[in-house]
């Protein structure tokens, strides 16, 4: 973006940006026959804040559901990943056995801030997510939210040299996943902020995991991941925290977030389904 350009834009942005999380909720009947009004309702949700919180009022909700009510946003290309149904969508739930089992979000254990599939390549970028709560823990499993834009935004009003340690294309590599039997994942490496040729939409891959991950040995990019922490950290920043219901689920743009620590108990099964697509929520 030039600097004209990007001055309208981030005006835009913070003009019309939420002020909690209550103005990215929208009440919807079903997942599978949405009104035109409550899909326009969740297109202006994402188109402020790149996501939204739907609260369902019909909780018979599958997989397939979840499939249809993608759809409804032009999100019709999943990211069949390693742990994912033939359908492209999982279960977040706690794994027992199998190969989920060797993965945190299959567990109870807290999730640090990240995007979806950062450890993906360029050509196989995550670009939208749908999760929908089927049933709750006992305790904990709270999710923060933040808006990758206002992430750039932060970080660029602070020192735009920040952007541009970011948009390095050895700035983030996430090493290859390996198991008893060789190689599941090459190495990848690639930039935090990178950008759609024809819309100029922001992009982000990021994860704030300590182990398994490898930063440009760089000052200003320690510099700017450093700072990208505050900005999560910060409690009078603009991320929103909410615990999502039965019936309740998050599409987004692939923002920003992280899952608090959770207990299951009598009656109390965490069960999220979860579908990770290539393409962009539609914006009309």
């Given at each position: 973006m030039d600097d004209p350009s990007y001055q309208r834009w981030r005006k835009a942005k913070l003009e019309h940006y939420p002020d909690s999380v209550e103005q990215i909720c929208v009440d919807v009947g079903g997942l599978v026959k949405l009104s035109d009004a409550e899909k326009a309702a969740i297109i202006?949700?994402?188109?402020?804040?790149?996501m939204a919180i739907y609260?369902?009022?019909?909780?018979s909700v599958d997989r397939a559901a979840v499939r249809t009510f993608a759809s409804c946003f032009g999100l019709e290309n999943p990211d069949y990943h390693l742990c994912a149904n033939d359908?492209?969508?999982s279960e977040l739930t706690v794994a027992s056995e199998g190969t989920r089992t060797g993965y945190v979000p299959y567990s109870n254990r807290s999730?640090?801030?990240h995007t979806d599939g950062y450890y993906n390549d360029s050509a196989r970028k995550v670009r939208a997510v749908v999760l929908h709560c089927a049933s709750v823990p006992a305790r904990g499993g709270e999710n923060s939210l933040l808006d990758s834009d206002m992430a750039y935004l932060r970080l660029r009003d602070e020192d735009p040299r920040f952007i541009t340690a970011f948009e390095h294309p050895e700035c983030l590599t996430i090493p290859?996943?390996?198991d008893k039997s060789g190689e599941i994942r090459p190495a990848?490496?690639?930039?935090?902020?990178?950008y759609d040729k024809l819309s100029g939409r922001i992009h982000m891959r990021f994860?704030?995991?300590k182990k398994n991950i490898r930063w440009r040995d760089d000052e200003l990019t320690f510099a700017a991941r450093d700072c990208l922490a505050d900005i999560l950290a910060d409690p009078d920043g603009p991320v929103f925290h909410y615990r999502l219901q039965p019936g309740e689920g998050l599409i987004s743009n692939n923002v920003l977030h992280n899952r608090t620590a959770f207990e299951d108990g009598p009656g109390h099964r965490r069960l999220l389904y979860r579908a990770r697509f290539f393409d962009v929520i539609e914006s009309s």
């Open positions: 202006m949700s994402c188109g402020r804040s790149n609260r369902c009022r019909d909780d359908d492209g969508v999730l640090s801030w290859a996943n390996r990848v490496s690639g930039p935090v902020f990178s994860s704030a995991r």
